[in-house]
């Protein structure tokens, strides 16, 4: 790790915590007293601090609204029975959130700045972190555009941000999935790769045409052939077939190289299966399933972690699976979770200790 840089840190008179209840807690809902901002000038970040949470003030032209230069990232941090603050993975997801910045003309952001400032927040607010189980302290790394101009060029400067929400699951119960014949959510080329606002802007439409049909999210396919599977929403999809784990690969660029989906692969082959990243089409999972050999469907993510998937149509075939009766998903969870909450030791060397 690099030197850390100067940080001012303005503490919050008084703290919400106060009145909060942690019961009930939805997604990314409510959020803690601090949050850390810096501003890229001249060709330099600066004016990097921690302040109380609070509005912001944007010129109407600010680019980022125009014309979407916008990036984050979603990461966890949780506590041990002594009450030590940990991060999972962060350095995976500051690696991420520059290539994001690459692919989007935007400036990297220095680890020290991204890594220490993301620590020093987690460790004033750090109060917040939930201590049930599925819930825990959401960090949201954000960077955008704040040039007051309208031109279709890269901003000459930028804000980066973060913020903390205490959360509960994100999904609640296993999930029916529409497999989207209609929509791409990307093409090679384009920005699939990076966790970029865009992108989840052009779901929601899909999305609502799912809900319609009574399905909680859908399953992209790729967008030439709509043939492929891709992503499950905003998760990485998984598919059990036989005493091998199946997933998509990321070559293609289209597909977001999820950190919850690494963790996995990593811990079903501790498990003893065979890791398959390949292109899946969808008439080979169907193939699979006429013949008893699709045993689970799960998604992964970090706001999702581990989310099985009940029903999968496609077309007018219907896949129907009996979660309670799933060994896999379930174990791999309990392993997530057990390295998460401090249970087990931390082997692959995952916690960064705040």
Known sequence: MVAAPQINVQKAETSKLQSFSFENLPFGKYFTDHMLEADYEDGEWKNIEIKPYQPLLLDPSTAAIHYGQAIFEGIKAYKDNEGNAFIFRPIDNYKRFNISAERLRMPPVPEEVFMEG????????KNWIPNQDDHSLYIRPFMFSTEA?????????YKFMIILSPT?????????????????????????FAKAAGNYASSLLPAAEAHKLGYDQVLWTDAVEHKYVQEIGTMN???????????????????LAGVTRDSAITILKEMGFEIIEDRISIDDVIKAHKAGELREVFGTGTAATISPIKELRYKDYVMEFDVSKWI???ELKRNLNDIRNSKVADRFGWMFRV
């Open 149 to 157: 101009t309208l031109g279709v060029k890269p901003s000459d400067s």
């Open 168 to 192: 509960g699951p994100y999904y609640s119960k296993p999930m029916r999935i529409y497999v989207e014949e209609k929509f791409s959510r990307a093409a090679p080329g384009g920005i699939g």
């Open 118 to 125: 993301m620590r020093l927040l987690v460790q004033i607010d």
């Open 237 to 255: 999809v998984f598919f059990i077939i036989g005493n091998k784990a199946y997933t998509p690969e990321l070559t293609s660029g289209t597909i």
């Open 328 to 330: 896999v998903s379930p």
